[in-house]
């Protein structure tokens, strides 16, 4: 019998706390049920969180009236990935190289039949 395998929705939600406060929210953070990674990061956002669930409205439950609930945060960042790599693997045909690395030889210089190509190195010459 085929098992069925249910994807998980997730999101990433870049979060903005007060000042000093950031090992606060991270530990609350990591108290909830959904969020399976926090982080503090460096840059605009202090904190980086993501959280998963098998329904994209119980994502947007956590979000609205979990994280952005919390005392400290201030703002936040909702990003929810793409599945561009499902996308993406019917648009990219399998690349297979022409070369193998160890026969790679330098490019051999190609004589010019043209008159404009002599020329216009010529040009650059001088």
Not at 4 to 23: R, T, Y
Not at 42 to 51: E, L, N, P, W
């Given at each position: 019998?085929?098992?069925?395998?249910?994807?998980?929705?997730?999101?990433?939600?870049?979060?903005?706390?007060?000042?000093?406060?950031?090992?606060?929210?991270?530990?609350?953070?990591?108290?909830?049920?959904?969020?399976?990674?926090?982080?503090?990061?460096?840059?605009?956002?202090?904190?980086?969180?993501?959280?998963?669930?098998?329904?994209?409205?119980?994502?947007?439950?956590?979000?609205?009236?979990?994280?952005?609930?919390?005392?400290?945060?201030?703002a936040?960042?909702?990003?929810?990935?793409?599945?561009?790599?499902?996308?993406?693997?019917?648009?990219?045909?399998?690349?297979?190289?022409?070369?193998?690395?160890?026969?790679k030889?330098?490019?051999?210089?190609?004589?010019?039949?043209?008159?404009?190509?002599?020329?216009?190195?010529?040009?650059?010459?001088e």
């Amino acid at each position: 019998m085929m098992q069925m395998i249910k994807m998980l929705d997730e999101a990433f939600v870049l979060i903005n706390c007060k000042p000093g406060k950031e090992s606060a929210v991270l530990h609350q953070l990591k108290e909830m049920n959904n969020v399976v990674d926090a982080q503090g990061i460096f840059g605009v956002y202090d904190i980086i969180a993501k959280i998963e669930s098998d329904a994209q409205s119980h994502l947007d439950d956590i979000i609205t009236n979990q994280i952005r609930k919390l005392n400290e945060v201030y703002a936040t960042l909702t990003l929810i990935p793409t599945n561009q790599e499902d996308e993406l693997s019917n648009l990219i045909p399998d690349i297979i190289p022409d070369i193998i690395p160890e026969q790679k030889k330098p490019l051999e210089e190609v004589e010019s039949d043209n008159e404009e190509d002599e020329a216009l190195e010529e040009d650059l010459d001088e």
